[in-house]
């Protein structure tokens, strides 16, 4: 017996408009809810609530806390920070606008403390990147996120009226660090001239009268080594020593060229910004075949621990820099009393080590 031959049967036509976002959304997995979690744990959604914000206030048996939290993670649910800000009026989020600048080793380890102390008082640290950013500009970004506290640390030149700004969009404490106080917010000032006079002064007291001032190339530092180079200059007045700024960039091929018209210069030191760069001249000098500390002493800054391992090992300016957890203690008091009178607090303390090289 033939058979009638039947058309082929069509692809189904993809889902459009409507229908195409119902069907996606039913392949989703539903996004847990704090109501799941206090089914599942067998307790009310304001116990979820008061465990998982670690809410002090309400008195909760251990035994409750651990099992809202296997459920918690068993769910894969996670409380929302937006909604939760929205419920206390303000967030926990401190924002930290990022380094524009090359970061040293002292610097990264206070940064690092820094956030584990804030970590540690139940804060979030939020980096923002704010390269490009700067002034009134960087501060009304900044408020876009209503972080509870900001630290500018340098990064942008905040002004009187970008910490209104802050303020008003629901920041309880703005604090600055830097080589000047900002009105309206806590500043840490941090004077960078202190640390090119300490290094100018020990040379100068070793008899030392033609010093050379490292200025690295590296944009974004002109804001440390300006003040260093003012400071070398305030302690050589009315000594006789004279100070000759050297502009140098952080590779080989430049210190060498600097270390190979060196007796040219008949600089006797050199105070060479911080330890790293120290570090780079000094070898391109002993490679060009001058002695150090006889024909010229040397002298960086940050005491570094590699610096100490060196032949001739490196004298340098030790710097009293504040320390993380204080920081983080400031931040949680002024959040704590935000209407308090705006502080400032001098923070740069510096001593020369004395050690071979110089």
Known sequence: MSQTPHPSPRPPRPATGSSAGRAVRSAERPVPTSADVAR?????????????????????SEPTRRRVREAAEELGYVPHAAARSLRAGHSRMVL????????????????????????RLDYTVVQYGSLGLDGDEAARAWAELRPVAVLSLGEADLTPHGVEVLKRSGAKAVITLGPQRVEGAH??????????????????????????????????????????????RRAAAGTGAVIEPLPLAYEEEPAAR????????????????????????????????????????VIGSDDLLLGRLLRPRLSTVQIDLVTGRHLAELVDRVV??????????????ARAIHRESS
């Open 40 to 60: 599942l744990a067998g307790v009310s959604r304001a116990t979820v609530s008061y465990v998982l914000n670690n809410t002090s206030a309400v008195r909760i």
């Open 96 to 119: 930290l606008p990022t380094s524009r600048v090359p970061v040293g080793p002292l610097y990264s380890r206070f940064l690092n403390e820094l956030q584990w102390a804030l970590r």
């Open 187 to 232: 500043s840490l000032v941090m004077d960078q001239r202190e640390i090119g006079g300490c290094a100018a002064r020990h040379l100068i007291e070793r008899g030392r009268r033609r010093i050379g001032v490292v200025v690295p190339e590296e944009p974004g530092l002109e804001m440390f080594s300006g003040p260093r180079l003012e400071g070398a």
């Open 258 to 297: 600097l270390a190979a018209a060196w007796r040219e210069r008949g600089l006797d030191a050199v105070y060479a910004y911080n330890d790293e760069y120290a570090m780079l001249l000094m070898r391109a000098l002993q490679d060009a075949g001058v002695d150090v500390p006889c024909e010229t002493a």
């Open 336 to 349: 704590r009393d935000p209407d308090g009178t705006p502080e400032r607090h001098d923070l740069m303390g």
